[in-house]
């Protein structure tokens, strides 16, 4: 599928980092959630259940699907497109140090962009947006570029 038949889903945060306490990476997935639901009808509700549509895990190297992680740098998440089963899961290199500042790599961004592939985004040439390939520190308070909200919107406005 290419998109959710529906605008609540539900998340599950299997695993969690080390470098961070557990109600801090609540609150960063949480607001990197919420980047999207501000710019779209989606909503996004916490379960206890694995079986949540996006399932939120943090792993290194192999993980149990066809794309095991690579230790520090290089792939730094990766998530699956929307969908049954393993479609939404969005999984974190836990051999990256996750920081909620500007050191190591910022865990709301970079869940930010992925929560954007398990949406059904694909990646941006625009520089600007953050479904770009890259990572760049961005101003937490903006950012999501235009051309992200038209594409998320495209799907589900
Ligand atoms: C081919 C995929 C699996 C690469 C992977 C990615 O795009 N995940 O969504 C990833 O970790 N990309 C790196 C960049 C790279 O591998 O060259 C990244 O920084 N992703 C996180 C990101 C990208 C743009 C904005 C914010 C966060
Ligand atoms: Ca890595
Ligand atoms: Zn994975
Ligand atoms: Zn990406």
Not at 2 to 17: D, P
Not at 29 to 39: P, R
Not at 65 to 88: K, N, Q, V
Request: glycine share 8%; net charge positive; aromatic share 10%.
């Amino acid at each position: 599928a290419n998109k959710w038949s529906k605008t609540v889903l539900t998340y599950n945060i299997r695993r969690y980092t080390s470098d961070l306490s557990s109600t801090t990476v609540d609150s960063q997935i949480d607001s990197a959630l919420n980047v999207w639901s501000k710019a779209s009808p989606l909503k996004f509700v916490k379960s206890k259940s694995p079986k949540a549509d996006i399932l939120v895990d943090f792993a290194t190297k192999a993980h149990g699907d066809s794309y095991p992680f690579d230790g520090p740098r290089g792939t730094l998440a990766h998530a699956f497109g929307p969908g049954d089963g393993i479609g939404g899961d969005t999984h974190f290199d836990d051999a990256e140090t996750w920081t909620t500042g500007s050191g190591g790599f910022n865990l709301f961004l970079v869940a930010a962009h992925e929560f954007g592939h398990a949406l059904g985004l694909k990646h941006s040439r625009n520089p600007a947006s953050l479904m770009y390939p890259t990572y760049k520190a961005r101003n937490p308070q903006n950012v999501l570029s235009k051309e992200d909200t038209n594409k998320i919107n495209s799907l589900y406005g």
